[in-house]
């Protein structure tokens, strides 16, 4: 957990789910851990990191090549999830936590959002990986959404169905 100040002080945590395979690429120097960097949420996590705000970045299981798809939707990897927010809730009871997926990563964000219901405060999507939220269940989240998408994005361009439309007035 990444923060400036004083712990006590954090009241918004921001979990960063990396897309593609689900590697934070974590490495050693000097024998402190280090990012070596991979993706906007990995190389941006520092653009998080405003007064009051804390960051963590959660990686795969270290005995998996690749994270895949059905494995972000799994049981095991949402509980273990949820530990893990519920230890960051231990360190900063009164922070409100904010979820954000980029491309594979929209996965974890939506189904833990879903599964957590109001322990997340919103759930920020960057370049999912679906072409219809409502088929991949952004409309069943209660809380505040936020889409990020651009045509030129290399994930799979959006659809945005009349529901949709209606519900959370794409821009």
């Not at 009241?11 to 960097?37: E, I, K, M, N, Q």
């Not at 895949?68 to 273990?80: H, K, N, P, Q, T």
């Not at 169905?161 to 519900?167: I, K, P, Q, S, V």
Request: charged letters at 20%; one cysteine or more; glycine letters at 12%.
């Amino acid at each position: 957990l990444l923060y400036r100040g004083e712990a006590a002080g954090v009241d918004r945590v921001w979990v960063l789910f990396t897309g593609y395979d689900g590697h934070a690429h974590l490495g050693t120097l000097d024998g402190s851990p280090v990012f070596l960097g991979r993706g906007i949420l990995v190389d941006g996590r520092r653009l998080f990191l405003r007064e009051r705000n804390a960051v963590a970045v959660v990686d795969s299981p270290s005995t998996m090549p690749a994270m895949s798809v059905a494995f972000r939707s799994s049981d095991a990897y949402l509980s273990g999830v949820e530990q893990v927010i519920a230890s960051i809730q231990g360190q900063v009871p009164n922070a409100k936590i904010y979820l954000v997926g980029a491309s594979n990563g929209s996965i974890s964000a939506v189904n833990l959002a879903t599964r957590m219901g109001n322990r997340i405060a919103g759930v920020a999507i960057l370049g999912g990986v679906f072409s219809d939220l409502g088929e991949f269940g952004v409309g069943k989240l209660k809380q505040p959404v936020l889409v990020i998408h651009h045509k030129r994005d290399g994930c799979i361009p959006l659809n945005f169905t009349d529901g949709f439309r209606e519900r959370f007035a794409p821009v």
